[in-house]
């Protein structure tokens, strides 16, 4: 039976879990093991490599042993955009940036200024934004130059995975296609990003296709993991275009939603494009398998959040208490718009300005109603992003959505008002560790094509939008959309005048 098998490896934000498949698709062991996100300064988020790799073993380890034999292989996701930077020994020099981190949000928006930078999204493919490595490296350069003198390699949290567990300096076309350093349509480093960066392409790992075969584990990795030192290693892709496969939506038409901590919408596509006003990313998963999309910072945190500032004695476990709250709330709640943008906002305005707001408070709301708009923010903006994927040219004729929103009714039928369209909802939640476990069968030769995926996954319900609410949610989608502009004067004081305000409070700790 194990030789059917494949575990599908997802390094995610806050945790690692890993999951074993069947060719057939079915799950027959999972484990995940929590690490934390540092957050030493303002805009920093940050997390050790090293917790991170033995998260990873950890879980390999015991899902491997649940097991009646070695699986055919290992195959691997990852969180996007995450930069560390090694010696010549491949020791890290940095912790692992992530993607939340803004601490080069004004390197960003000085290149996102001038007329280069949108070519520069066009031909990588990644917004110019504080999320990925390229203003990362700027940020470096310009603040830590005696470090970024030293550091021999950069790499993603995958690719330093991947060193010490086959002692290969490789990332995949998916990971770096979220870069900004590497040309989508040629897909090679490009030498006007390197340039932008100032490194040279002998400090970035090997590019790779997602399905690339690596030979096997070092002695010390075999050991540690309890697998053979000859296992089959899938080098896998970026969670996103993951979730598309995990989510069976990998047909061209069929949009993956998913609402984790953040959120993202992205359809797949046959060959990479960008929007002409550069409003969506676009990330490899095959060689002839694209994702176009956006990507947004709100989306369960603001819950978390909702819980934290507006009901702290419902306790740490509230959401069913929070839900609940906010459907005593009518659709639209009361005229109360909130823009959710608690930790600064991407897709599909893609800059660090942002902040949330309340817009239309009177006497005569409640809880309840800022509690809903704020639920329905993440909900509005997930719809902008939606007509961005429309405006660069890509027909939507599906949406499938996942991740741990999918377990509330509430938000489940309140995504599809505000989309207008109807929401399927897979059985399975391991939208990534899924589609890791089917791009390595298919690398493997366990099954013919990852389009095999779209039949696997199957469809638990399917939300149709109500027409009054989504009635609603269409005529408040324009002033959701305009608030962003009107206040982005405002959002530039506010950045302006930080340094002379007391410190802003400290962020609640990230949900594990």
Not at 61 to 75: D, H
Not at 289 to 301: E, L, P
Not at 369 to 394: P, T
Request: negative net charge; charged residues 15%.
């Amino acid at each position: 039976m194990s030789d059917s098998v494949v575990l599908g490896v997802d390094i995610g934000t806050t945790s690692t879990k890993v999951v074993a498949y069947d060719t057939a698709g079915r799950q027959l062991a999972s484990h995940s093991v929590g690490y934390p996100l540092d957050e030493p300064h303002p805009g920093y988020a940050e997390q050790d490599s090293s917790i991170i790799f033995d998260a990873v073993v950890e879980s390999v380890r015991t899902v491997a042993g649940e097991l009646p034999g070695p699986p055919a292989g290992l195959s691997f996701s990852t969180a996007m955009h995450s930069l560390i930077g090694l010696n010549a020994e491949g020791a890290p020099l940095t912790p692992s940036v992530t993607w939340a981190d803004s601490r080069s949000s004004a390197q960003a928006e000085r290149l996102r200024a001038v007329p280069s930078g949108l070519a520069l999204h066009r031909r990588t493919g990644t917004p110019v934004h504080p999320m990925a490595p390229l203003p990362k490296l700027v940020w470096f350069a310009e603040q830590e130059p005696r470090l970024f003198e030293k550091v021999a390699h950069w790499v993603g949290i995958k690719d330093y995975v991947l060193l010490r567990l086959c002692d290969a300096l490789v990332t995949d076309h998916s990971v770096a296609s979220a870069t900004g350093l590497m040309d989508i349509h040629k897909l090679a480093w490009d030498p006007q990003a390197l340039g932008i960066a100032g490194i040279v392409e002998e400090q970035l790992p090997q590019l790779v296709p997602t399905t690339t075969v690596l030979p096997g584990l070092t002695a010390a990795a075999a050991t540690a993991t309890g697998l053979p030192a000859d296992i089959p290693v899938v080098v896998g892709a970026g969670d996103g275009p993951l979730a598309n496969l995990g989510l069976g939506a990998v047909k061209p038409g069929v949009v993956a939603c998913s609402i984790g901590t953040s959120g993202a919408m992205r359809v797949a596509v046959e060959r990479p494009a960008v929007d002409p006003l550069g409003g969506v990313f676009c990330y490899a998963l095959t060689e002839d398998r694209w994702v176009v999309g956006g990507a947004i910072n709100n989306g369960g945190i603001v819950l978390q959040w909702a819980g934290d500032a507006l009901a702290p004695e419902l306790g740490e476990d509230s959401e069913e208490d929070l839900l609940a709250l906010a459907e005593r709330a009518p659709v639209g709640s009361g005229g109360l718009i909130m823009l959710p943008y608690l930790l600064s906002e991407r897709a599909p305005h893609w800059s660090a300005l942002p902040r949330g707001a309340y817009v239309g408070l009177t006497h005569g709301h409640r809880r309840e109603h800022l509690v809903r708009a704020a639920l329905e923010g993440v909900c509005q903006q997930l719809a902008l992003v939606l007509a961005s994927v429309r405006s660069a040219g890509n027909e939507v004729h599906e949406i499938r959505a996942g991740g741990g929103f999918a377990r509330s009714p509430l938000w489940r039928q309140m995504l599809a008002d505000a989309l207008g369209m109807p929401v399927r909802f897979p059985a399975g939640p391991e939208g990534s560790s899924f589609g890791a476990a089917l791009l390595g069968m298919q690398a493997l030769g366990l099954i013919p094509s990852i389009e095999v995926a779209a039949d696997l996954v199957e469809i638990e319900e399917t939300v149709r939008p109500d027409p009054a609410a989504a009635a609603t949610y269409a005529a408040l989608l324009p002033l959701f959309s305009e608030l962003y502009d009107a206040l982005v004067p405002t959002f530039t004081s506010l950045r302006r005048l930080a340094p002379s305000l007391p410190p802003e409070p400290s962020p609640a700790p990230a949900p594990m």
